[in-house]
């Protein structure tokens, strides 16, 4: 049986939850709570896992413990002790470069400088994994990056906030059964 890895980054603990920059993680706990399965943390690693399986694929859903600009090396770590190669991983992120709501599938590419890509393609040596991007969009006025990143969805924003959870589970799945041509051509869209 072949597995895939599907990560999903965000920042440890209550304070950051329901920020922008967690929303790759709520999309693999949403992930872990569909295929009826439950977190543990990893042994020796700073990893919460949940192994789940979907059309007879053995998914690895983790979510790191550390902070997204340091979850590479745990990451890879998992990925070579389970002989998962770079083509089997599928990392969930938030993404200010497009606009909020937009989903966006894509294998390898730049990391336009999201730190917790940086980390990843660093620690497994190759950028040439698949993406889930996850449109939060760009601060409003002079508002810094960081900061827009690591506050809570608006009021408004959270219904759809939601939906965009569901459908990037939804592209994920697709993803790992169909190849990233049909996720891409079902699931790819503009927010707005």
Same mark, same amino acid.
């Given at each position: 049986?072949?597995?895939?890895?599907?990560?999903?980054?965000?920042?440890?603990?209550?304070?950051?939850?329901?920020?922008?920059?967690?929303?790759?993680?709520?999309?693999?706990?949403?992930?872990?709570?569909?295929?009826?399965?439950?977190?543990?943390?990893?042994?020796?690693?700073?990893?919460?896992?949940?192994?789940?399986?979907?059309?007879?694929?053995?998914?690895?859903?983790?979510?790191?413990?550390?902070?997204?600009?340091?979850?590479?090396?745990?990451?890879?770590?998992?990925?070579?002790?389970?002989?998962?190669?770079?083509? %089997?991983?599928? +990392?969930?992120?938030?993404?200010?470069?497009? $606009?909020?709501?937009? @989903?966006? &599938?894509? /294998?390898? =590419?730049?990391?336009?400088?999201?730190?917790?890509?940086?980390?990843?393609?660093?620690?497994?040596?190759?950028?040439?994994?698949?993406?889930?991007?996850?449109?939060?969009?760009?601060?409003?006025?002079?508002?810094?990056?960081?900061?827009?990143?690591?506050?809570?969805?608006?009021?408004?924003? %959270?219904?759809? +906030?939601?939906?965009?959870?569901?459908?990037? $589970?939804?592209?994920? @799945?697709? &993803?790992? /059964?169909? =190849?990233?041509?049909?996720?891409?051509?079902?699931?790819?869209?503009?927010?707005?």
């Amino acid at each position: 049986m072949s597995a895939w890895l599907i990560v999903g980054l965000g920042n440890p603990g209550e304070r950051y939850a329901s920020t922008r920059h967690n929303i790759g993680a709520r999309v693999v706990e949403r992930l872990a709570e569909r295929l009826d399965e439950r977190f543990r943390k990893a042994r020796f690693l700073p990893l919460r896992v949940a192994e789940a399986k979907a059309n007879g694929d053995r998914l690895w859903l983790v979510r790191p413990m550390t902070f997204m600009n340091v979850s590479g090396p745990p990451v890879a770590s998992f990925a070579r002790r389970h002989r998962i190669e770079p083509d %089997r991983i599928v +990392v969930c992120q938030d993404e200010i470069d497009l $606009a909020f709501g937009s @989903l966006r &599938l894509k /294998r390898g =590419g730049s990391t336009a400088g999201h730190r917790g890509l940086d980390s990843l393609s660093g620690a497994l040596r190759t950028k040439d994994f698949y993406r889930v991007r996850l449109g939060v969009g760009r601060p409003p006025g002079r508002k810094e990056a960081a900061d827009h990143v690591l506050d809570t969805f608006t009021r408004r924003e %959270r219904d759809d +906030v939601e939906l965009l959870i569901e459908s990037a $589970a939804d592209a994920v @799945l697709t &993803l790992v /059964r169909e =190849g990233l041509s049909p996720a891409q051509d079902r699931f790819n869209r503009s927010g707005g």
